[in-house]
């Protein structure tokens, strides 16, 4: 039987060795695939094949298994922003709209992603009139995603000063200088603002009030994994999340196997 070019080598996690750090972070980078783009990356050879699939009997809770994916990605440094993960909110009346942000962390329990923003842009607007998103990270050179979708709520004022004041000092000037989402008329004006705020805080900036993190907490979570021939390994599990003051109560999970 012929098994394809991943087909042989599927589902084997591959035993640890001196280039990877932990058996459980043995995430595989794929190699190129000929034609459509050059995906040339940092690969060590046949063992980087082998791509794994869900486990058997799945996990009652998916944010563990979600984390040891994150930060497998993270270590590989095989793609320069393996945080990125694309955020789609909705007007009121349920006008989608999508854009990229950095997932800064990940907690297992009781189970949120954050996100860092500004809090009167688009999306901050679309937030404050439907506290709903969905969104998606993808590691193409693991052939994985994870969606996530759920209520969100803002996160403390702590955690956004937290990092706020880790971000560096060019990036702090420009949460005060930039009116993200409004209509720019030159980038000369931008500049211009870059350097009056830069002017006006010097090396103390403090965290703007319209600049913050917000929690997405899923209520719905999938795992998928590219599988050979579009035989892909795709799981979803669900929660309730009922938002409750600042934060969130969540029930358990329960969790099936989906076609892919
Ligand atoms: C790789 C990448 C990471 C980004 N990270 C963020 C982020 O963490 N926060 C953010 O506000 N915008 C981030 N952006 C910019 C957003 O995609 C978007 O342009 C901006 O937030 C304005 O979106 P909005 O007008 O829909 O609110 C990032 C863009 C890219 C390509």
């Not at 945080?83 to 329990?109: E, N, Q, Y």
């Not at 994994?225 to 029930?251: K, L, S, Y």
Request: glycine fraction near 10%; aromatic fraction near 8%.
């Amino acid at each position: 039987m012929s098994c394809g070019i991943y087909g042989c080598l599927g589902g084997v996690l591959l035993p640890d060795g001196p280039r990877r750090p932990q058996a459980t972070q043995t995430l595989a980078i794929h190699p190129p695939r000929s034609g459509i783009i050059d995906r040339s990356l940092p690969t060590t050879g046949a063992a980087m094949l082998s791509k794994g699939f869900l486990p058997s009997s799945l996990p009652e809770d998916p944010m563990p298994l979600f984390e040891e994916w994150f930060s497998g990605v993270r270590k590989a440094k095989a793609q320069p922003n393996p945080d990125s993960m694309a955020l789609a909110t909705a007007t009121a009346d349920g006008r989608p709209s999508v854009r990229v942000v950095l997932c800064k962390k990940l907690i297992t329990s009781p189970g949120y992603v954050v996100f860092f923003t500004n809090y009167d842009s688009r999306k901050g607007g679309e937030l404050d009139a439907n506290p709903r998103a969905a969104a998606v990270l993808h590691w193409d050179a693991f052939g994985r995603q994870v969606r996530l979708e759920g209520p969100i709520v803002r996160s403390p004022a702590a955690e956004s000063d937290e990092y706020f004041a880790s971000r560096a000092l060019d990036s702090r000037i420009g949460a005060w200088a930039s009116l993200q989402s409004q209509p720019l008329d030159s980038r000369k004006t931008l500049l211009k603002r870059v350097a009056a705020e830069a002017a006006r805080f010097g090396t103390h900036v403090p965290r703007p009030p319209h600049w913050g993190g917000y929690r997405l907490w899923p209520e719905t979570v999938e795992l998928w994994i590219e599988g050979p021939f579009r035989v892909h390994d795709r799981a979803r599990w669900t929660r309730t999340v009922e938002p409750q003051g600042d934060g969130c109560a969540a029930g358990h999970w329960s969790a099936g196997r989906l076609f892919p």
